[in-house]
């Protein structure tokens, strides 16, 4: 299995500012995986960071909005950028575990912005 | 392409009774399948899953589901409901490893 931390757990923010989210596995994964929760919905792929390249984004994400670091295989940040109220989610960083296929998550970053 | 639907976005059940939320999926590849169970403010947590082998699962907290392939389904069952298993559920589909796709998910009430 794979243990993973996110920081900070929660956050308000003021609108038009950005926040960036802190990833962290205990293990070397090659793809981590970002994803996000709005209120009351399902999750949704925002995009599949892999270390040494640039992310790649799912349909209705772009990376002006949501920049994506991977300096290495453990490691990952998200920066939701110019934020509105519409970003007011919960953001979940992800990984799959290749020798059981099974997703792990961490525990989430809820974002509220005012 | 892979899609999940959840039929139903509320289910209620008394206490005791049978639990079933459905699940449907479509893909073009063999699928790997999850139920997911949420409790209010808490984050996601794997109930039980299906990647190959044998095709009905069971999971925790009394959970199973049966896969069945010739009507794309992965739906998700207990015997005998309580008042703990009042939360939200979410089916997924995986074919291209840590890139799910979740349905909308149900929401399970159960009453006294």
């Known amino acids: 299995s794979a243990v993973i931390s996110q920081k900070p757990s929660r956050d308000i923010c003021q609108r038009g500012t950005s926040l960036t989210i802190q990833c962290q596995v205990d293990s070397q994964v090659t793809m981590m995986f970002w994803y996000r929760q709005q209120p009351g919905q399902s999750l949704t792929l925002i995009a599949t960071?892999?270390?040494?390249?640039?992310?790649?984004?799912e349909s209705g994400f772009v990376i002006d909005k949501f920049p994506i670091s991977r300096p290495n295989l453990t490691f990952s940040t998200l920066t939701v950028s110019n934020m509105s109220p519409e970003d007011s989610s919960i953001y979940l960083c992800?990984?799959?575990?290749?020798?059981?296929?099974?997703?792990?998550f961490g525990p989430g970053t809820r974002l509220t912005v005012l | 392409a892979q899609s999940v639907t959840q039929l139903g976005s509320h289910v209620s059940v008394s206490e005791g009774a049978l639990v079933l939320l459905r699940c449907n999926y479509s893909?073009?590849?063999?699928?790997?399948l999850f139920w997911y169970v949420q409790y209010p403010n808490q984050g996601l947590q794997l109930l039980l899953k299906y990647t190959t082998g044998a095709t009905l699962v069971k999971g925790i907290n009394g959970f199973e589901a049966e896969f069945k392939k010739s009507e794309t389904s992965f739906h998700l069952t207990k015997p005998s409901a309580h008042m703990s298993d009042a939360a939200e559920y979410f089916c997924a589909v995986n074919t291209n490893a840590g890139k799910s796709t979740f349905g909308d998910g149900t929401t399970l009430t159960v009453k006294p």
């Open positions: 893909s073009s590849v063999p699928p790997y």
């Open positions: 992800s990984v799959w575990g290749v020798q059981v296929n099974e997703q792990f």
């Open positions: 960071a892999n270390q040494g390249s640039e992310a790649t984004y």
